[in-house]
């Protein structure tokens, strides 16, 4: 079916089927193709369709040229470019060679050939689909044609197409057998729909009168995407076998052909919306729109500038230490030096003389004098991670440091000035390691100047998918694979998961689906998170518990721990607060407390 393409200034690309006999193209609202610009006429021209050849009638002395000729009237080849005030006009014939009687094999399969070629030069999936539906009718004769698309878990017509040169309604075609091909993923040849054993009592197809009907599905590894459905309302066994099998070959390339561009549409699509959710939701190289995670941005605002000591907690693998190079981006040290060092991963011999330095001869192996990480972050900021399973004996000169802002290195007794900021990290409850005996309470308090609490992801909603699609992006760069996009069940997958390992798990789950997985779109099959790892859907008086205690959890971290202002901001007596925190220490501890009037409130 031939079409016209056409392309105004600063507008994308937009394509006509040449459907009626007389098309007409003008400035004009009333005409078939409304070209909005000054230059062209109300009534330019129209385009008439005779046997296959358009013709060219120009009005009104429209200045319009032809391959870059001026032309007034005249048949038209394919492929011409008619140029009409500012506007660009391409006409595309899109028709097949005909097959020798007989059914040919070669000269069908030439002419899919040719039709793919084309197919494959699109990228708007609009134009595929319609080409696509174009050359399904072009190639078996029919009357009309639809192309649906399953959408929303259901099939929906994307194109309609009717050679009288009107556009048919959705409901010119039968439920019951687009039901068939749906249910059974097999093409299906109806000779005479009217007095069809399986489709004569159907009420869509008594009431359309159908008589020829195919139906092909477009299946792409498995997955159907919809169906091409084509007929013909005059003639009984308009369709034969060798159709059938025709409109099969061409369906499984064409399947191929708008998988590609679906994806592509949805990428580009995923591509903006994750761009603009980005922009809203980043706080420099940290992601979130949780409230937890909007009142720790607030909080480095106030704290960034200065040169407290910060103390972050949180679970493993939240991203503490991306929170620590933010602040100090964010600082009067960003152009300083950021040192981290894990002081749970040193063995405890080696940690001081990491942290400090020696001197040479200070121990075996000691061949040279070398700088600890307290001199090499000098002028900027040193982040102490998993502070908390830093050895008792180490814990002392840490602190002596901080006060002092000096250190001695291991072997020597001069001490050295350095100008540091210190940010220290724990997923330990620091106040418990205290009261244990574990940890310094004079370091505790140095350590703990502000304190920032870390959500679990599991706490964070959606925070997860706009993380999960920056990852994915970020490491298809990286590993240079195609980029893909997230499936349904891949979001709610993503969603129900409790994630234990925080954004660590995610980034380890998501890169081996994006290595592994051959599928277009990440399934929950390919994240390795089938029913049985995800959240099981609890009873609603366990599921209020669980709500309320992760809200109060939430409240006390926005509040720094403050536990008189989280019960005042929460309305409820602060020794409620209090007993809250005992159950969960109790719980830690695998111990029962008896119940108290604030365990019922608690329990609502």
Known sequence: MPRLMIQLPGAPLRSHPLVKTLTTVGSAPENDVVLPLRGVPESALHLELRGGEVRLFSHSGAELTVNGERRTEGPLPDRAEIALGGATLRLELLAPAPAPAGGDAQATLDALLAFCRKLTLRQDVQVVLEDLLDSAIALTDADKGFLMLVEDDRMAVRVARNVTG?????????????????????????????HDEKFSQSD???NLKLCSVMAVPLIEQGTLLGLLYLGNDRVAHQFEEHDLVALEIFAAQAALIVRGALLLKTLRHDSAELRRELERQRYGELIGSCPGMQEIFRRIEKVAATDVSVLIGGETGTGKEVLAREIHRRSARAKGPFIAVNCG??????????????????????????QGRFQAAAGGTLFLDEVGDMPPSLQVKILRAIQERAVVKVGDTRPENVDIRIIAATNRVLE????????????????????LIVPPLRQRGDDVLVLAKLLLDRMAAEMKLPARGLAKDGIEALRRHTWPGNVRELENRLK???????????????????AGSL?????LADAKTKFQ??????????????????ARDLGVDARTIFRH???LEAERQGRTLPRTEEDRELDG
């Open 204 to 206: 869509s197809v008594v």
């Open 535 to 539: 959240t099981p859907i609890l009873p």
């Open 432 to 451: 418990d390691e205290v009261a244990a005996g574990r940890f310094r309470e004079d370091l505790f308090y140095r350590l703990n100047v502000v304190k």
């Open 345 to 370: 991963a040193i063995p405890e011999s080696l940690l001081e003389s990491e942290l400090f330095g020696h001197v040479r001869g200070a121990f075996t192996g000691a061949v040279a004098t070398r």
């Open 549 to 566: 205690r992760e809200y109060i959890d939430s409240a006390l971290a926005r509040n720094g721990g403050n536990r008189t202002k989280t």
């Open 166 to 194: 009107e556009t048919p309604n959705a409901s010119a075609l039968s439920d019951s057998i687009v039901a068939a091909v749906s249910e059974s993923g097999r093409p299906l040849l109806v000779h005479d729909a009217l």
């Open 512 to 530: 081996k689906a994006l290595v592994l997985s051959d599928r277009a779109k990440i399934s929950a099959e390919d994240l390795d998170l089938t």
């Open 581 to 583: 925190l005992e159950r």
